[in-house]
């Protein structure tokens, strides 16, 4: 199973990126997906989740500003970034709760994944 991450760069304050990430691999089922991200100097902190029931969660310092989405059939989940702020900038890395499958078609349990990072820089 891999996540590629994608949409990271440099952009002004008050600006908008959209971060998308897609997993692929031998998958069985995808419980969540979600954006973690790490500043420097600082711990990884979750940024937004989605299940794939739908139900979402967000940081307080995101919310009303970052909208998390996910396309199910190809477990894809993107993360639109708008009214962007300095603070903001760090290395944001996808996250995946899923079922992957093994040998003979029998689900692996349940385990998290990670993208490779992907770098936003916010200009003030």
């Known amino acids: 199973v891999q996540l590629q991450a994608s949409g990271g760069g440099q952009v002004r304050a008050e600006g908008s990126l959209r971060l998308t990430c897609a997993a692929s691999?031998?998958?069985?089922?995808?419980?969540?997906m979600g954006w973690y991200r790490q500043a420097p100097g600082k711990q990884r902190e979750l940024v937004a989740s989605?299940?794939?029931?739908?139900?979402?969660d967000y940081a307080d310092s995101v919310k009303g500003r970052f909208t998390i989405s996910r396309d199910n059939a190809n477990n894809t989940v993107f993360l639109q970034m708008n009214t962007l702020k300095a603070e903001d900038t760090a290395i944001y890395f996808c996250?995946?709760?899923?079922?992957?499958?093994?040998?003979?078609?029998?689900?692996?349990?349940?385990?998290?994944?990670w993208g490779q990072g992907t770098q936003v820089t916010v200009s003030s």
């Open positions: 989605i299940t794939s029931g739908g139900t979402t």
């Open positions: 996250n995946a709760r899923l079922w992957a499958l093994q040998a003979l078609g029998v689900p692996a349990p349940l385990r998290e994944y």
């Open positions: 691999g031998n998958i069985f089922t995808v419980r969540a």
